[in-house]
């Protein structure tokens, strides 16, 4: 069982990651959280750390896809951490997701721009 003080500071840097995801630059946001985490992890980071964002990045998105069969579920909502602490890991997918958010943001702007 994880004492109450690293627990509490574990969930205290989970908050202060994902309000940083929230709060970055539209289109960059998750190519800086992937260098944040480079930066505070190491390079190449623990080889079981790597493996435990990865394991739980999939399995939020997993449940969030299941969550989202039935309908007024919005089980999109557990897409988003899951995508970032995969993102922590993967430069690549970091920068799908910045590229895919520049994508949405610009069709959205499009859309709201018709008569």
Do not use: Q
Request: glycine content about 10%.
């Amino acid at each position: 069982m994880m004492p109450r003080a690293e627990e509490s500071n574990m969930l205290h840097n989970i908050k202060r990651e994902f309000r940083a995801i929230r709060d970055g630059v539209p289109g960059r946001r998750f190519v800086d959280h992937y260098e944040r985490s480079r930066h505070r992890h190491g390079m190449r980071g623990s080889l079981w750390a790597s493996c435990g964002y990865v394991a739980a990045g999939l399995v939020l998105v997993i449940v969030g896809l299941v969550a989202s069969l039935p309908p007024g579920v919005p089980g999109f909502l557990l897409w988003i951490p899951g995508l970032a602490l995969l993102a922590s890991r993967s430069r690549g997918l970091a920068l799908l997701l910045d590229r895919l958010e520049a994508w949405t943001r610009r069709m959205w702007a499009r859309y709201r721009r018709r008569p």
